[in-house]
């Protein structure tokens, strides 16, 4: 079945640090590629997303690229601010079958940033 | 204006009571869900509805049990509650398709004791 697999966690950052958080995912066919945040005591919101191979998902700051032949999504930021403090993950949704349209999650990286 | 709600935000109860959790959105969406998240953060799919059609069903237990009203609602209703069953539920919903975003409500954090 399909799987995501995100790097451990929790990952401790100074301010103006760059960010890395790798994902990789396993699945069957095409599927798209999100990466989610939540914030403390909140519910997920959609950060970025890539829908096919070589698509560049960006916002505030974040990117990450979809890249079919390694199989990854890793997210990057070239200067994280301390209200980047979350929970962040990598997720992919079926394109076909019996779990058309279901998000997959990986595990999940905490991240703190520190003045 | 609230995109997607859940009702209770908290609901602390004794195992073996029966409960529900209900959810709206007001996107004009036409598929919603529901994901349990555990204590480690995990998140899981547990069904999904288009049209008040059943879609996904993944392996959860027969005393879980959604029903959609209608296309803006799909509650959630739970018979005999066990501990394991605390977890933060999250309702959400989408337009159909895999490529669509999925919004979520701000959870709903069950605790059996």
């Known amino acids: 079945g399909d799987s995501v697999t995100q790097m451990e966690g929790p990952v401790t950052l100074s301010e103006e640090a760059f960010l890395t958080i790798n994902c990789t995912y396993t699945a069957t066919g095409y599927p798209s590629l999100f990466w989610y945040v939540q914030y403390p005591g909140e519910g997920l919101q959609l950060l970025l997303k890539?829908?096919?191979?070589?698509d560049k998902g960006s916002n505030k700051g974040f990117e990450a690229t979809y890249r079919k032949e390694t199989t990854s999504f890793h997210l990057e930021k070239g200067s994280v601010q301390v209200s980047d403090s979350a929970v962040y993950f990598c997720?992919?949704?079926?394109?076909?079958?019996?779990?058309?349209?279901?998000?997959?999650f990986g595990q999940g990286t905490i991240l703190t940033v520190h003045p | 204006d609230t995109a997607v709600s859940q009702t209770p935000k908290y609901l602390v109860t004794q195992m073996g009571n029966d409960k529900s959790i209900k959810c709206e959105q007001n996107?004009?969406?036409?598929?919603m869900y529901w994901y349990k998240q555990d204590s480690k953060k995990f998140l899981k799919i547990m069904f999904s509805y288009n049209n008040k059609e059943l879609i996904i069903n993944e392996t959860v237990p027969n005393r879980f049990s959604p029903k959609s009203p209608d296309k803006a609602h799909l509650n959630l209703h739970i018979n005999s509650l066990e501990l394991g069953d605390s977890a933060v539920y999250f309702c959400a919903s989408s337009q159909w398709g895999p490529q669509e975003t999925q919004y979520f409500g701000p959870g709903t954090r069950l605790l059996v004791l």
């Open positions: 996107l004009g969406h036409d598929t």
């Open positions: 997720a992919l949704s079926s394109p076909g079958g019996t779990s058309y349209g279901k998000l997959t």
């Open positions: 890539a829908t096919k191979a070589d």
